[in-house]
């Protein structure tokens, strides 16, 4: 596998010299700066390449090249935000940008309730309290039926918690799931947003009448509008599992198991139309046995996020160690090694650590972090390429 990083271009702080002495081979990035629903030019994606090139890496992976709201909920400027992301791939394809991240998911990308969890160790990570966050659907969101979507004893903890919780509380908890892990990704809200809770609930309205079966229309509708500029350049599209991967906040979530996946790349069986295998995200499902996903999916993966999580009985899940957890990282490499040269790989949310914590880096992107989560992965590699270089050697 080729080993990459997503880097948030030169603002970022982490720097592609940085990068190539650590042993990235590739860059993971995109054109912030550009709306959503914007054609990128064909001058500045160029210019982006040939700046990372400079330093002797590629652009291996575009992650990601959004997809509007209107497109998943089928607005009336559907097809004009169709026809100018066709536009961005035209461009990305004559510059030789291959593979393209991206997510079907409605309003809301990665969500957590706790951006700095403390561990014993003294670094922190990323952490999903499913009370918390119920507390916020319901007592903070007030989302009309929200509280059907929860059991009874959680609902008591809610209540519970409703009692106790500040105000700085619920601030931190409308910054944490509404503005900081949504800005960077997606750009529907940001922190110079107001009123942000205003504004989330007005994008859950767009999608009152948008079920499981009309989100995967929109998704097939959109893909199969995408193929022909994909087949022309050979573009990659690649999917990105829902995180965590079950529904929220009564919105229909459509890749969230082996079954939507199947789905998926049978609705659209195009060469072009592939996955983001993330194993973190996937991991969150208890419903998923990753490992076995990874062999099923194996020839349809054109990029692979690798992190894992520990899920705990009560709904609560965290970042685990790349060592360890549900994904079982080693399992993952043996599988995607062996795939076609130079697949692209990066790790995933690492951890706060070290001097990270006052970098101001964006939620699970921290350099010593991921860093440490590098060296983890590049020794499974190294491992399994000697593993298939002995059996070679027997045979």
Known sequence: MEKTWRWFGKRDGITLDMLRQIGVQGIVTALHDIPNGEVWPEDRIVEMRDYIASYGLRWSVVESLPVCEE?????????????????????????????????????????????????????????????????????????????????????????????????????????????KTQGFVNGNISEKDNEPVRLFRQLLSKYENVDRSALRANLKYFLEAVMPVCNKYGIRMCIHPDDPPYQVLGLPRIVSCAEDIEWLLNAVDNPSNGLTFCAGSLSAGPQNDVVSMAERFKDRTAFVHLRSTQVFPDGNFIEAPHTGGRAHLIELVRIFERMEPDLPMRVDHGRLMLDDRDKGYNPGYSFHGRMYALAQVDGMMAAVRNEMENSSDRR
């Open 71 to 179: 497109i998943k909920y089928a607005g009336s400027e559907r097809d004009s935000l169709i026809e100018r992301y066709i536009a961005s791939l035209e461009n990305l394809g004559k510059a030789g940008i291959r593979t393209v991240c991206y997510n079907f998911m409605p309003v809301i990308d990665w969500i957590r309730t706790d951006l700095n969890h403390s561990l014993p160790d003294g670094t922190s990570t990323l952490y999903f309290d499913y009370v918390k966050f119920a507390y916020f659907d319901c007592r903070i969101l007030e989302r009309p039926g929200a509280e059907k979507d929860y059991p009874a004893e959680i609902l008591e903890k809610v209540n519970k918690m409703a009692l106790t919780a500040t105000e700085a509380d619920r601030l931190a908890l409308i910054d944490t799931i509404i503005v």
